[in-house]
């Protein structure tokens, strides 16, 4: 069963080894293709919302409606996992495209689109909309899971904070259920359910950097 309003949320607390690198970021919107980015030579952070592409088709997306990719000092905290493979193993290229290979926010053992409409079409159930995005954070929801799920990002001085949700569209008036310290890329890695899937730089291609 699907769990009731504001029955989960988290407070995921990022602190760089340097705080000096959060400063003077960046920001940069692509809404028409549905990323946004804070960056400085030290730092990157995206958050992925928006169209799957292909007038609603979305053969080459991915269940990444909300997922993070940070580096920090060069070091990739958070990634997406890359391309995999097309029709020669079906069953890896929905392991490269499942929910549970991106860092976004997985309450559920669900997927946010599915999966099973052929290898070059994703179903669009999660239909992500940005409500802010600017050089202080981001707002996102969508509804992958049946209730809307929410994604917030912030920044303060020392830390980037992640504040997640679901079954609301804004941020749960109740104190966060969980808070989590993220003080590196292994305690990173440790937000991604599939976070053992190898890298892959191009098709076919496994364990590239």
């Keep these: 069963a699907v769990p009731g309003p504001c029955s989960w949320s988290r407070r995921v607390v990022i602190l760089p080894p340097d705080p000096a690198v959060l400063?003077?970021?960046v920001f940069a919107a692509y809404p028409d293709f549905g990323l946004y980015i804070w960056k400085?030579?030290?730092f990157f952070l995206s958050v992925r919302c928006g169209p799957i592409g292909q007038n609603g088709y979305g053969g080459h997306a991915h269940n990444d409606q909300l997922s993070i990719e940070l580096q920090i000092e060069g070091v990739d905290w958070a990634r997406d996992p890359g391309t995999g493979v097309y029709t020669a193993d079906l069953d890896l290229r929905d392991r490269y495209r499942s929910t549970a290979a991106h860092c976004t926010p997985q309450p559920l053992p669900m997927?946010?689109?599915?999966l099973n409409l052929g290898p070059f079409r994703l179903g669009d159930q999660a239909r992500a909309r940005c409500f802010r995005a600017d050089g202080d954070g981001f707002h996102g929801v969508h509804w992958?899971?049946?209730?809307p799920i929410y994604r917030v990002v912030s920044f303060t001085e020392t830390a980037v904070i992640?504040?997640?949700g679901l079954g609301a569209e804004a941020p749960s008036p109740l104190p966060d259920q969980e808070t989590v310290r993220v003080a590196s890329a292994a305690d990173m890695a440790r937000l991604t359910p599939d976070n053992g899937l190898p890298f892959s730089p191009g098709y076919g291609r496994m364990g590239g950097g």
């Design 23 to 25: 400063a003077d970021l």
């Design 162 to 164: 992640v504040r997640d």
């Design 40 to 42: 400085n030579r030290r």
């Design 144 to 147: 992958g899971f049946g209730p």
């Design 111 to 114: 997927e946010q689109g599915r």
